[in-house]
């Protein structure tokens, strides 16, 4: 048995898309081009609009935010919920309270 750190001091600062308070740590990634991560968002953290390079899944493990895809709706995500990403289109996540 192996025991795991996901915690956010672990991951890296993203950077790109005008992102704040974000911190992305790998899980996994495949031979085919496949990338489990974690997302780390803090209260008032921002993943900026991008088009997704691959099929992405968000899931809020405590707090609150919404989500914003290409038809400019915003749509409420609480703890437990989550959002699926296509590959090619875009997205932006903002966390209300962490």
């Known amino acids: 048995m192996k025991i795991l750190d996901f915690s956010k001091e672990i991951g890296s600062s993203i950077g790109n898309y005008n992102s704040i308070s ?8 495949t031979q ?3 990338n489990i991560g974690l997302i780390h968002i803090d209260q008032g953290g921002v ?10 899944l968000f899931i809020f493990v405590q ?6 895809g290409e038809e400019n709706q915003r749509k409420l995500l609480k ?6 990403g296509k590959k090619g289109k875009g997205i932006f996540l903002v966390v209300k309270q962490g």
């Open 22 to 29: 974000a911190f992305y740590s790998k899980i996994m990634k």
């Open 32 to 34: 085919e081009p496949t």
């Open 47 to 56: 993943v900026g609009y991008h088009e997704a390079q691959v099929p992405q």
């Open 63 to 68: 707090g609150e935010g919404w989500v914003e």
């Open 79 to 84: 703890k437990g919920q989550g959002v699926f």
